[in-house]
T-cell receptor, first 113, second 116 residues
């Protein structure tokens, strides 16, 4: 069975500082990993994904994530946080079959000016 | 990126009535669509997986007779909440996966259902 863990319910960071939102996963085969962002009363917006290839993936709005197979992690990062980055972030995983995404519980990011 | 629309964005209905929510992939074809439910401050709960032209696959604990899903074309799936009750009030989000092989799921903006 697939699962995703986001160990932090809330992450607070000052504007301009680097941010990290943590994610670890468990799948039986090779993972397809995704990050999504959700603003209040909105659906999910796709940020980035890892399927194969380079472990460092760059996505929308300056976000990036690093796939670490040995640690089964896919942490989301941004070098310099903006207040507008404040939102709910979801990590998701699926295996290589035709299976739906499994989501973590989400991490609320607050960027303080 | 690809766009998924949902209609309506919010709906208020009386207990006992049925509500239909539409999900459309606007600029891509989606063999598979998914319906999720999200409670306040919680993650997304998968309700069902819908494949075009075939019956939906429901997750354990989701009543298929209450939540009717139809996926009649590669760009349209509908979720009908039948005989809605206040406990059905929630945020419903659809998602569509491209058939091009990129494996990305794109999400609609969600539908806020309030049953009085």
């Amino acid at each position: 069975a697939q699962s995703v863990a986001q160990p932090e319910d809330q992450v607070n960071v000052a504007e301009g500082n680097p941010l990290t939102v943590k994610c670890t996963y468990s799948v039986s085969g090779n993972p397809y990993l995704f990050w999504y962002v959700q603003y209040p009363n909105r659906g999910l917006q796709f940020l980035l994904k890892y399927i194969t290839g380079d472990n460092l993936v760059k996505g929308s709005y300056g976000f990036e994530a690093e796939f670490n197979k040995s640690q089964t992690s896919f942490h989301l990062k941004k070098p310099s946080a903006l207040v507008s980055d404040s939102a709910l972030y979801f990590c998701a995983v699926r295996d290589t079959g035709n299976t739906p995404l499994v989501f973590g519980k989400g991490t609320r990011l607050s960027v303080i000016a | 990126g690809a766009v998924v629309s949902q209609h309506p964005s919010w709906v208020i209905c009386k207990s006992g009535t049925s509500v239909k929510i539409e999900c459309r992939s606007l600029d891509f074809q989606a063999t598979t669509m998914f319906w999720y439910r999200q409670f306040p401050k919680q993650s997304l709960m998968l309700m069902a997986t819908s494949n075009e032209g075939s019956k939906a696959t429901y997750e354990q604990g989701v009543e298929k007779d209450k939540f009717l899903i139809n996926h009649a074309s590669l760009t349209l799936s509908t979720l009908t909440v039948t005989s809605a009750h206040p406990e059905d009030s929630s945020f419903y989000i659809c998602s569509a996966r491209e058939t091009s092989g990129t494996d990305t799921q794109y999400f609609g903006p969600g539908t806020r259902l309030t049953v009085l």
